[in-house]
């Protein structure tokens, strides 16, 4: 099992910047790429942002494209999400998420592992 701890939600205002946390524990060596989705009221669970277990590539949504960053601290165990220019569309709550395979992936379905969420609010 893999436990996933997100944290850095908060109020914002439009423009402005925050920046997640997705501390990982258990057994973290079965935990490949990971990824950020997020989910508005009353809609869908989105992908946001993945990058694999190196961290040397990484895939975004276009609606974040530009604005987000999602980097990997392999010795901290831990995954960014840096939020900048940030727009009342975005107001959601954060989901981290890993799997198993090492494969880069934008899919809720692939994914093993979910964290409890946090939430961005962002105020235009």
């Known amino acids: 099992q893999v436990q996933l701890v997100e944290s850095g939600g908060g109020l914002v205002q439009a423009g402005g910047s925050l920046r997640l946390s997705c501390a990982t524990s258990g057994r973290t060596f079965s935990s490949g790429a990971m990824a950020w989705f997020r989910q508005a009221p009353g809609k869908e669970r989105e992908f946001v942002g993945a990058?694999?277990?190196?961290?040397?590539?990484?895939r975004y949504a276009d609606s974040v494209k530009g604005r987000f960053t999602i980097s990997r601290d392999v010795v901290k165990n831990t995954v960014y999400l840096q939020m900048n220019s940030l727009k009342s569309e975005d107001t959601a709550d954060y989901y981290c998420?890993?799997?198993?395979?090492?494969?880069?992936?934008?899919?809720?379905?692939?994914?093993?592992?979910w964290g409890q969420g946090t939430r961005v609010t962002v105020s235009s």
């Open positions: 990058i694999t277990r190196g961290g040397t590539i990484t």
């Open positions: 998420a890993a799997r198993s395979d090492f494969g880069i992936s934008s899919a809720v379905t692939s994914f093993d592992y």
